[in-house]
C-alpha cells in the first residue's frame, strides 16, 4: 500500500509556472506507475499526466502537451509535475494517483486504473 501527499499548488498569473509534487510513503514506490489529475469546479475529474514505474514513458492530456513536464525521482519517492504557460483553465484541484504494475512503461489514462490517490492541491491562475 502507498500514501500519497501532494504539495506546491498555489495561486499564479496566466503565463506563470508551478511545480507541483507528489511525495509517497511505502518501500515499494518504484512498482508504481503515477498519474497527474485534476477536476475543476463542476466538472469531471480528468487525466492530466502519467509516468511509468521506469520513468522511460510519460503521457500528456492534449491540453497540457508542451507545457506540462512530468518527472520522478524513485529515491525520493516522489513525482513531480512542472506546469509553464499557466491558462485560466487548468485552474483546479491537482491529484496524483499510483498504480502497481509489473509494466516498466504502462502510463493509464483512466480514473479506474489508478487504486491509490492523494488528497489535492489547489491550483488557481489568474487572468
Known amino acids: 500500500q502507498v500514501q500519497l501527499a501532494e504539495s506546491g499548488g498555489g495561486l499564479v498569473q496566466a503565463g506563470g509556472s508551478l511545480r507541483l509534487s507528489c511525495a509517497a510513503s511505502?518501500?515499494?514506490?518504484?512498482?508504481?506507475?503515477m498519474g497527474w489529475f485534476r477536476q475543476a469546479p463542476g466538472k469531471e475529474r480528468e487525466f492530466v499526466a502519467a509516468?511509468?514505474?521506469?520513468?522511460?514513458?510519460?503521457a500528456y492530456a492534449d491540453s497540457v502537451k508542451g507545457r506540462f513536464t512530468v518527472s520522478g525521482d524513485n529515491a525520493k519517492n516522489t513525482v513531480f509535475l512542472q506546469m509553464s504557460s499557466l491558462k485560466s483553465e487548468d485552474t483546479a484541484v491537482y491529484y496524483c494517483?499510483?498504480?502497481?504494475?509489473?509494466?516498466?512503461?504502462?502510463?493509464?489514462?483512466?480514473?479506474?486504473?489508478?487504486?491509490?490517490w492523494g488528497q489535492g492541491t489547489q491550483v488557481t491562475v489568474s487572468s
Open positions: 509516468i511509468s514505474r521506469s520513468g522511460y514513458s510519460t
Open positions: 494517483a499510483a498504480r502497481m504494475t509489473d509494466s516498466y512503461y504502462t502510463t493509464p489514462r483512466a480514473l479506474y486504473a489508478y487504486s491509490y
Open positions: 511505502g518501500r515499494t514506490f518504484s512498482s508504481y506507475a
